[in-house]
């Protein structure tokens, strides 16, 4: 059997390292230099690795350097640590003062100065460290989304007839909104949509608040919280509840937490105010501020219009002074001219026309005297002859045209159907004027015009019979 010496074996941790040079000591070996002791020191540490948590008190990181060295600190001691470029690039987490961070690595030893280090390997942030780097991360990603565009920040109603808020309903700050929105706009109506604010579900219902002020006819929405932890506030960073925020049909108008709070939901809405008061305040109006502006209104609309009265009383002054009001009578000027021109003119033109008209009308009768002193006492009775003469052939020929007009005249009276009535006949037609010759042509209620020989008869067909064989054959 092969028997294995455990007491030369190298202890397994640091505490038996550290006994076994003492126990160096104690067996009166020669002592170790420093160099061998540094050594001996690094050799046992560096095999065991550790994981510390610490806040960050410094950093160096200077870009000449091939590491970063910082500091870690607790309430009651502080170590000196360092990292290697290559694994601090690796991590992507820039480490800042007040970073609470849980580090991994082991202890060294710089012999040449005699300095203890923690070779940190790799670490991560702790607890609300953690958290805010997601919160960042996530910011980055919705400001790439363009949800924190500037142009995307819509203007808040400035009189808003319905106000949305979106809070818990048993948190000091929904009494501290309504409270503020009663004394500054009480005209508003107020819908307040009481859900959780903190717990795993917040999100939810914090998402499910705000559709359901909007939908309700909202105007402008307030949306937040009372004061609490950074833990506390983290339903306000949550993806649904910013995107919600963001793409709400109305104004958002965040009041979460105090004044050194801000969360993603600040971010991405409309307007951020610094508390959930002062987010009350930024949505309504003072009544106060609400005089004023129509005081001032009421100014300007008054100066405005003593700015007008004053415009047109000075045009109508200017108007006044004009030679047209001062003497109308200028406005016919050129018109009384002109009648002037035409009734002088008229006044030379008519005595002239009628000289002209008197001395053609003189010449005329002369004439008419020599014309009838031509005509001797044989030559009217030649004349009257002729006339007589003219007057029997005029007879003759028309006497033969006379006859036979009396003719056609007598034989039209025989047609005529006036003539069929005068003996006691009458004509039916019907309402378009097509006269009735047979029973075919009627029908049952229809209406006819019944002429006689002095005027008309409406009636309308009772009843129709036809002729029948033997009555067609007495007529025959």
């Known amino acids: ?165 979106v809070t818990s309903p048993r948190g000091a700050a929904v009494h501290d ?117 129509l005081s001032a209104l009421g100014n300007r609309m008054t100066a405005a219009m003593e700015r007008s009265l004053a415009l047109h009383r000075t045009k109508l002054q200017r108007f006044a002074l004009m030679p047209l009001f001062q003497e109308p009578g200028r406005l016919f000027d050129n018109e009384a001219l002109t009648l002037d021109n035409l009734s002088d003119r008229l006044a030379r033109a008519l005595p002239a026309a009628l000289g002209r008209d008197r001395q053609a009308t003189e010449a005329l009768q002369d004439r008419l005297v020599r014309c009838a002193a031509l005509f001797s006492a044989p030559q009217k009775a030649t004349l009257e002859r002729t006339r007589v003469q003219l007057a029997a052939l005029g007879t003759n020929l028309t006497r033969r045209f006379k006859a036979e007009a009396a003719l056609n005249a007598a034989r039209l009276e025989d047609l005529s159907p006036l003539s069929v009535l005068a003996r006691g006949f009458s004509v039916a037609r019907t309402q378009e004027g097509a006269v009735v010759s047979s029973v075919t042509q009627v029908s049952s209620g229809q209406a006819l015009s019944i002429l006689v020989t002095d005027g008309t008869i409406e009636s309308t067909v009772a009843a129709i019979r036809p002729k029948t064989s033997a009555q067609e054959g007495a007529v025959k």
């Open 177 to 293: 909104v309504l409270r503020t929105l009663r004394r500054r706009f009480p005209l508003a109506k107020v819908l307040v949509a009481g859900v959780p604010v903190e717990g795993p579900q917040a999100p939810e219902w914090l998402v499910y608040g705000l559709q359901m002020a909007a939908y309700n006819s909202a105007e402008v929405i307030i949306f937040g919280r009372g004061g609490g932890s950074f833990e506390d506030l983290m339903p306000f960073n949550d993806e649904r509840v910013a995107r919600a925020v963001a793409t709400c049909p109305v104004p958002v108008v965040t009041g979460i937490g105090h004044e050194p709070d801000t969360t993603i939901s600040d971010m991405v809405a409309d307007l951020r105010a610094s508390t959930p008061t002062a987010a009350a305040e930024a949505v309504a109006p003072s009544k106060e501020a609400l005089g004023l502006n």
């Open 1 to 165: 059997m092969k028997l294995t010496d455990f007491s030369q074996q190298e202890p397994a941790t640091p505490e038996g390292a550290f006994q076994k040079a003492a126990a160096q000591v104690e067996a009166g070996e020669d002592p170790l230099s420093v160099s061998d002791f540094l050594n001996s020191f690094n050799k046992a540490f560096k095999r065991f690795p550790f994981t510390i948590l610490g806040e960050v008190s410094e950093v160096n990181a200077k870009p000449g350097y091939r590491a970063v060295y910082f500091t870690l600190k607790d309430a009651s001691a502080s170590l000196s640590c360092l990292m290697w470029n290559e694994r601090y690039q690796r991590i992507g987490i820039p480490l800042a003062v007040g970073m609470l961070v849980e580090v991994k690595g082991r202890v060294s030893v710089y012999a040449s100065k005699g300095r203890m280090n923690f070779d940190v390997e790799s670490y991560s942030l702790a607890g609300e460290g953690n958290l805010r780097l997601q919160v960042d991360q996530l910011a980055r990603k919705l400001q790439a989304d363009g949800l924190m565009a500037p142009e995307k920040k819509r203007p808040l109603p400035t009189y808003p007839s319905t106000i949305g808020v």
